[in-house]
């Protein structure tokens, strides 16, 4: 099973940024896509943005223009880059392997409050 360790939540105040980090192990990392979700307290889990192996993005509209994901092949990591923070954004952010089968990292939390 791919193991997936995330690191780079924090507490943010409105308007700053932050990176997350997940690392994969094993060498699936390359031939999977990734993503990285939320879920806020008392509400479901939802994408936030996805990358596929050949490393094409898409983003809930909710963030696009503001988050960036990306992903190096070398160090088996995917990065949100999250920009422009909201206090909506707080959550706790899980990394995802789709392949060989879906996978979640613990989870970070980000905490977007003045």
């Known amino acids: 099973q791919v193991q997936l360790v995330e690191s780079g939540g924090g507490l943010v105040q409105p308007g700053g940024s932050l990176r997350l980090s997940c690392a994969a192990s094993?060498?699936?990392?390359?031939?999977?896509?990734m993503g990285w979700y939320r879920q806020a307290p008392g509400k479901q889990r939802e994408l936030v943005a996805r990358?596929?192996?050949?490393?094409?993005?898409t983003y809930a509209n909710s963030v696009k223009g503001r988050f960036t994901i990306s992903r190096d092949y070398a160090k088996n990591t995917v990065y949100l880059q999250m920009d422009s923070l909201k206090p909506e954004n707080t959550a706790v952010y899980y990394c995802n392997i789709e392949r060989p089968a879906p996978n979640w990292g613990q989870g970070t939390q980000v905490t977007v409050t003045s």
């Open positions: 094993g060498s699936i990392f390359r031939l999977s896509a």
């Open positions: 990358i596929t192996s050949g490393g094409n993005p």
